[in-house]
């Protein structure tokens, strides 16, 4: 009998040649190849959309998040990485699925407030929440990023959002507030969302690291919540960052900014567009040379085959 295929397989080596969504040497390559910084931001954006009891409430209702949280999150990143770095018809197939599965989302808030997955006020927040917790959480603490680069990021980003159904695509951190200040009256504190800071902070999601980091890492993503956001939402002084968690955070997001992970999804991606796997972890300038001259011998290849 064989196995069901697995919808969020990803073969980052294959097709070869095949582009991605998000072009080698956006500034969403150097975000979406450091774990920290993708741990640190996504915490936060669940918090952010959990902060609107539609979303929490399709979520919670409608998936596996109360039986799996931990399973149900790592299938969210592998949409995530699979939209920078994969093929890009192997992220269309995931993205659609997923649309496919959200079509299927309605229900009413516990207050009587109806909502489905695919209303596009949800559909803009939650990409936005995503947008903006892994650029933030890169620029403060892994290395900083100046304006005109995160501009970069949100303009690579929006292919792979208008994908999603997203009407109103992050073009800058301006339009993260905009909707922020829109949405901020439905916002209201829950369980739901200590019991996730919980499970991030005991470390079950990832074992093997330190525990002590992963309390750093809850503590990081509630620092990245808007003030007026962490104050609705009644997360208070017991998840203040400390200057140890501070130093522990940056160290290693420097080290996985600079230590290359062979057969890495970014890796594998820039061997599979004709680029050396160590890539994404090259400084900007040399990302750019190193694009150009691929290009050039393409387009050498090209007149003399």
């Known amino acids: ?90 992220a269309r197939r995931i993205i659609g699925g997923v649309n496919r599965m959200h079509a299927r989302v309605a229900g009413e808030t516990p207050n009587g407030v109806a909502y489905r997955a695919l209303d596009p006020d949800l559909l803009d927040w939650v990409a936005a929440t995503a947008g903006y917790g892994f650029v933030e959480a890169y620029h403060r603490f892994v290395a900083p990023l100046s304006p005109g680069e995160r501009a970069i990021y949100y303009r690579d980003h929006e ?15 301006a339009d993260f507030h905009a909707m922020l200040d829109a949405l901020y009256p439905r916002f209201e504190p829950h369980p739901i969302n ?49 200057i140890r968690d501070r130093l522990m955070l940056r160290a290693a997001g420097t080290l996985a900014d600079r230590v290359p992970v062979r057969g890495s999804p970014p890796w594998q991606s820039a061997i599979r567009q004709g680029l050396p796997g160590n890539f994404a972890w090259r400084s900007p300038r040399r990302q750019r040379q190193l694009v150009q001259d691929r290009n050039r011998e393409g387009a050498l290849s090209a007149g003399t085959g």
């Open 1 to 90: 009998m064989n196995a069901t295929p697995d919808p969020y397989r990803v073969d980052y080596l294959r097709p070869a040649g095949e582009a991605s969504l998000v072009p080698p040497g956006s500034p969403q390559w150097r975000v979406f190849k450091n774990p920290i910084a993708l741990g640190i931001g996504g915490v936060a954006a669940v918090l952010l959309e959990f902060a609107d009891p539609r979303i929490r409430s399709g979520v919670w209702d409608h998936s596996t998040y109360k039986a799996d949280p931990i399973g149900r999150s790592k299938r969210t990143g592998t949409a995530a990485l699979a939209g920078v770095f994969g093929p890009a018809s192997t």
């Open 159 to 173: 292919p792979i959002a208008r994908l999603y159904g997203v009407q109103h695509p992050l073009t800058s951190d």
């Open 194 to 242: 200590r019991e996730f800071l919980a499970i991030i902070m005991s470390g079950k999601a990832a074992p093997a690291v330190p525990r002590p980091l992963h309390r750093a890492l809850g503590r990081a993503a509630v620092s990245l919540l808007p003030p007026r956001v962490r104050s609705r939402l009644e997360l208070g002084s017991e998840f203040d960052l400390t």
